[in-house]
């Protein structure tokens, strides 16, 4: 599970660079947000751009580092691949995440 | 893998009118495998990528459950078999796994968004449902058989959508 973080002002941006956040991933997915996370920065931002394919363990997964975050940190998400928005729509999940088209060109690596 | 998948008699004698069959190991890793090869030939390859996509989620919610619940981590065997006829993928799951609680699939209620308690789990059966039209769960000879359609186009879509 290849996750790169790169902190940004006041924000942590993660790039998931894997096209699948499966039943088969969503542990060490878990696992390496923790450790990622645990940098301080009140706003983390979830990358999902190459990822092309999620099934509900990943959402929960996604849903679990958000709860793992605390309720002073947010997880905002960015970058969700159409097969990706899609279960975040039909669970209504899109509610509860602030979802970006990409990340936000403030949080970009410029240059 | 290379194993013949044993035939339930409602398979007997129809092989040649099977798009897809496939049998494999009851374990997440096999589960990714079956489905990138699902959609890597047909008849879910020529599917329309939205579609195509509808299908992979909705064929990795029964595969996982299957592992998940069913088997519950031991190892097993998962018979796949997919058929296109009439604007429908026509797809059957089958399993020598425990049997659904109470014979029945559960509900697949959506679990509510709440901001204090937000749910990790539970979207599996509420995406199938959500996704597939007639499906239908029986215990057949120890065995359980999954079974259910999908749209292969727009307009079937639409339709299913309407008598649900």
């Given at each position: 599970?290849?996750?790169?973080?790169?902190?940004?002002?006041?924000?942590?941006?993660?790039?998931?660079?894997?096209?699948?956040?499966?039943?088969?991933?969503?542990?060490?997915?878990?696992?390496?947000?923790?450790?990622l996370?645990?940098?301080a920065?009140?706003?983390?931002?979830?990358?999902l751009?190459?990822?092309?394919?999620?099934?509900?363990?990943?959402?929960?997964?996604?849903?679990?580092?958000?709860?793992?975050?605390?309720?002073?940190?947010?997880?905002?998400?960015?970058?969700?691949?159409?097969?990706?928005?899609?279960?975040?729509r039909?669970?209504?999940?899109d509610?509860?995440?602030?979802?970006?088209a990409?990340?936000p060109?403030?949080?970009?690596?410029?240059? | 893998?290379s194993?013949?998948?044993?035939?339930?008699?409602?398979?007997?004698?129809?092989?040649?009118?099977?798009?897809c069959?496939?049998?494999?190991?009851?374990?997440?890793l096999a589960?990714?495998?079956?489905?990138?090869?699902?959609?890597?030939?047909?008849?879910?390859?020529?599917?329309?990528?939205?579609l195509?996509?509808t299908?992979?989620?909705v064929?990795?919610?029964?595969?996982?459950?299957?592992?998940?619940?069913?088997?519950?981590?031991?190892?097993?065997?998962?018979?796949i078999?997919?058929?296109?006829q009439?604007?429908?993928l026509h797809?059957?799951?089958t399993?020598?796994?425990?049997?659904?609680a109470?014979?029945?699939?559960?509900?697949?209620?959506l679990p509510?968004p709440?901001?204090?308690?937000?749910?990790?789990?539970?979207?599996?059966?509420f995406?199938?449902?959500?996704?597939?039209?007639?499906?239908?769960?029986?215990?057949?000879?120890?065995?359980?058989?999954?079974?259910?359609?999908?749209a292969?186009?727009?307009?079937?879509?639409?339709?299913?959508?309407?008598?649900?």
């Amino acid at each position: 599970m290849e996750l790169i973080a790169t902190p940004r002002h006041d924000a942590l941006v993660v790039t998931v660079n894997e096209s699948r956040i499966d039943a088969a991933g969503a542990i060490r997915f878990k696992d390496r947000m923790r450790e990622l996370v645990a940098q301080a920065s009140p706003r983390v931002i979830l990358d999902l751009s190459h990822v092309a394919f999620l099934d509900s363990s990943g959402l929960g997964a996604v849903v679990a580092v958000m709860k793992l975050l605390g309720p002073d940190r947010r997880l905002e998400l960015a970058g969700l691949t159409p097969g990706v928005q899609k279960v975040f729509r039909l669970t209504r999940m899109d509610s509860v995440f602030v979802i970006h088209a990409a990340v936000p060109d403030a949080l970009r690596d410029v240059g | 893998m290379s194993a013949e998948p044993p035939r339930t008699p409602a398979l007997a004698g129809r092989e040649a009118a099977q798009d897809c069959v496939l049998a494999i190991s009851a374990d997440p890793l096999a589960v990714r495998a079956a489905l990138q090869s699902i959609c890597a030939r047909n008849p879910v390859r020529s599917l329309p990528e939205p579609l195509r996509a509808t299908v992979e989620l909705v064929l990795a919610e029964v595969l996982n459950n299957i592992v998940e619940h069913a088997y519950d981590g031991a190892p097993g065997l998962i018979e796949i078999s997919l058929r296109r006829q009439s604007g429908a993928l026509h797809c059957t799951v089958t399993d020598g796994g425990r049997p659904m609680a109470q014979g029945t699939l559960p509900q697949g209620h959506l679990p509510q968004p709440d901001a204090r308690d937000l749910p990790e789990g539970g979207f599996g059966w509420f995406l199938i449902r959500e996704l597939s039209h007639d499906l239908r769960y029986a215990r057949a000879k120890g065995r359980n058989v999954l079974s259910f359609c999908l749209a292969c186009d727009a307009a079937s879509d639409r339709l299913a959508k309407q008598s649900g």
